[in-house]
């Protein structure tokens, strides 16, 4: 059964703090896997695709790196405005997208 | 650029009626849009693939007589939620899949409440 798990469920972080999200998967034929930030009460706004392991994409304080089994969005010297629920998706063999819990970042100045 | 509208942003209904949820690519083509249903709390839950001019694909559990889907443009996908319970009341998020690329793009959610 495909499958994701995020990892923590919540994490606060002081203003400027670095850390990193953790997105396990187990999923029969990856076609991708896609990182989403989402506000509350907003949709998803899509940050990363990555497709195979070794990849790596960066956009501002974010950067998403894939292995065979997990992905990490680290998150270096982060701002009150990154607080918002980071979620993971993986897409199959079937084009859907199965997403995980999703990680609740909460950044304090 | 690959925006996706949602229309209403929040409704509120009798149980019983009958509510029409649009989704809209404003600045592309989208031959595959896909309706999420998200539970405070939880994450988003696939309830159907709606491809341009065809039947909707629904997921296992949920009932296509209740969630109708119309996809009549390549713009353009409409769910409508039939004699609507408060049980169906939830956040409904669509997205739209750009041809030629890989990623979806999500519309900023519906927010149904039955009474």
């Known amino acids: 059964e495909d499958q994701v798990t995020q990892s923590p469920e919540a994490l606060r972080l002081q203003e400027g703090e670095s850390s990193s999200l953790n997105c396990s998967y187990t999923v029969s034929g990856l076609r991708g896997l896609f990182w989403y930030r989402q506000d509350p009460g907003k949709g998803p706004e899509f940050l990363f695709t990555l497709y195979s392991a070794g990849e790596e994409k960066e956009k501002e304080r974010l950067k998403a790196t894939l292995t065979k089994k997990e992905s990490f969005l680290h998150i270096t010297a982060p701002k009150p405005e990154d607080s918002a629920t980071y979620l993971c998706?993986?897409?199959?063999?079937?084009?859907?997208?199965?997403f995980g819990q999703g990680t609740e970042l909460s950044v304090k100045p | 650029g690959a925006v996706v509208s949602q229309h209403p942003s929040w409704v509120i209904c009798k149980s019983g009626t009958s509510v029409k949820i649009e989704c809209r690519s404003l600045d592309f083509q989208a031959t595959t849009m896909f309706w999420y249903r998200q539970f405070p709390k939880q994450s988003l839950m696939l309830m159907a693939t709606s491809n341009e001019g065809s039947k909707a694909t629904y997921e296992q559990g949920v009932e296509k007589d209740k969630f109708l889907i119309n996809h009549a443009s390549l713009t353009l996908s409409t769910l409508t939620v039939t004699s609507a319970h408060p049980e169906d009341s939830s956040f409904y998020i669509c997205?739209?899949?750009?041809?030629?690329?890989?990623?979806?793009?999500f519309g900023p959610g519906t927010r149904l409440t039955v009474t």
């Open positions: 997205s739209a899949l750009p041809a030629l690329r890989g990623e979806q793009y």
């Open positions: 998706a993986v897409e199959n063999q079937g084009g859907k997208l199965i």
